[in-house]
């Protein structure tokens, strides 16, 4: 015991002092645990304004309903992982009456923080007027430094996690836009604290890193490594069905070990689908974009091709069109669409693009009126990120996925849910074949 303590001292020295919220010991990995208790699983979604289905379509939980549970729920601890936030109206530069689920939002996390009970920890791409304020009155607030850790990227995650028991991860963002004005997509998980502590892992990365000075470890401490992956996803009981899941995180030096990388899960997904892959995200480029030179990146690309090709997976990708769709990405995408055309060949690889109708005064709102989701749903999987689709994302760029495998049809399936969620876009009078752009 006494050898064990002065390795555990020695650990914290040479490290740096790391400022974890949860203490670690050096003296072994992570204890191995599985879901004993039943989970709730909730496939959530934003529907902007003007944007109208049939009476029969499906429709799931609105975001803002699922971060209202959360808010609800917490009562003493609430992590909330952000590339920006402008939840209040005045945050820009034309808004309409739309803002005001974003501003309960904020109102109902300023009470939070105000009243001192629940203690909130905001790591965050940059600083904003939003997280100022609620520093102010007690909440906690890191922003890693991408360009110092990484030399590139950002924070692009959207997570919550409530006494790290209850997670949302999905594409909507701490936006009073993302509620009314752009379409998301995400999952809640409530009463399900082995996802809620692996999820808080993730977290905690982010908070050591967004400590002024602070380096990416050689080596990340036990406490924070996880056995529940790819190789060894963790059985869930959820909503009278049962499933396997783990959570992916990117860039991969922010993944300690067993955590299973993002683009790790997406080929994984990718490769495990018998029959379909439906894929519906906002940007897909095989390509660098974001650091010069630009530089070719084709490893999504390659697994599609190929899944189509060898195995004659049915392949439908969804991608957005809206006033700052990248140009590239139109003839990448007709590249990839145009495979169904061969003549010696049957792939069935199909590409559209998703157009979110606005009005004239939707159509002031800045960066709005877009489909901004990122999943993809297989016979096998269901995947739900927060990145979009270039290597950025998954070189340089923090962000998560949760990941479930049910090949079953149990109409409590969340996988199937999200099947029907998908066909009801593809199928929907919004989107049109990516050869009429």
């Known amino acids: 015991m006494m050898l064990l303590t002065i390795l555990t001292v020695m650990f914290v020295a040479v490290s740096g002092n790391l400022n974890y919220i949860h203490s670690f010991d050096i003296s072994g990995a992570e204890e191995e645990f599985k879901c004993a208790q039943s989970c709730k699983f909730t496939l959530v979604e934003s529907v902007p304004e003007n944007l109208t289905y049939p009476a029969t ?3 799931m939980m609105s975001t803002y309903k699922a971060h209202k549970r ?3 729920r917490v009562k003493k601890t609430l ?5 920006y936030w402008t939840l209040l109206g005045s945050d820009t530069d034309y808004h309409d009456y739309s803002s005001y689920e974003g501003e309960d939002i904020f109102k109902n996390l300023y009470a939070l923080a105000s009243a001192g009970q629940v203690s909130i920890k905001i790591a965050q791409n940059n600083s904003n007027n939003d997280t100022g304020i609620l520093k102010s009155v007690g909440a906690e607030v890191r922003t890693p430094n991408f360009e110092q850790l990484m030399h590139a990227g950002i924070l692009h995650t959207k997570m919550w996690i409530a006494d790290e028991a209850h997670v949302y991860i999905g594409s909507g963002n701490f936006d009073w836009r993302s ?4 379409k998301e997509t995400g999952v809640l998980i409530e009463d399900c604290p082995c996802l809620g502590e692996d999820a808080a892992k993730i977290f905690e990365v982010y908070w050591y890193l967004g400590k002024p000075g602070s380096q990416i470890p050689q080596h990340w401490p036990p406490s924070l490594s996880t056995s529940i992956n790819i190789s060894d996803p963790t059985a869930v009981n959820y909503n009278n069905t049962k499933g396997e899941v783990y959570i992916s995180s990117s860039p991969p030096p922010f993944c300690p070990s067993g955590r299973s990388n993002d683009i790790d899960a997406i080929v994984n997904v990718i490769r495990s689908a018998k029959k379909f892959i439906y894929i519906s995200v906002m940007d897909y480029l095989p390509q660098i974009v ?6 070719y990146w084709p490893v999504i690309d390659n697994e599609l ?4 090709f060898n195995s004659g997976v049915k392949v439908y990708l969804l991608a957005s069109h809206w006033k ?3 140009q590239d990405m139109y003839a990448f995408l007709r590249s990839l669409d145009q495979l169904h055309t061969a003549r010696f060949h049957k792939i069935d690889i199909f590409v559209k693009l998703f157009t979110v109708p606005a009005d004239e005064s939707q159509a002031k709102i800045p960066y709005s009126r877009v489909d901004h989701s990122k999943y993809m749903v297989t016979d096998q999987h269901a995947y739900i990120g927060t990145s979009n689709w270039s290597g950025d994302y998954f070189k340089y760029t923090g962000g998560v996925g949760f990941i479930l495998r049910q090949a079953d049809e149990d109409p409590s ?10 066909l009801r876009d593809w199928n929907s009078e919004y989107s049109q074949h990516v050869y009429r752009f």
């Open 413 to 422: 399936n969340l996988r199937q849910q999200l099947v029907q969620l998908f």
């Open 79 to 83: 992590y909330l992982s952000s590339c």
């Open 179 to 182: 509620y009314t004005q752009t």
């Open 305 to 308: 091709r190929k899944a189509a």
């Open 57 to 59: 379509a499906p429709i």
């Open 70 to 72: 959360l808010l609800e």
């Open 290 to 295: 974001y650091t010069e030179p630009r530089v």
């Open 324 to 326: 700052h769709t990248l």
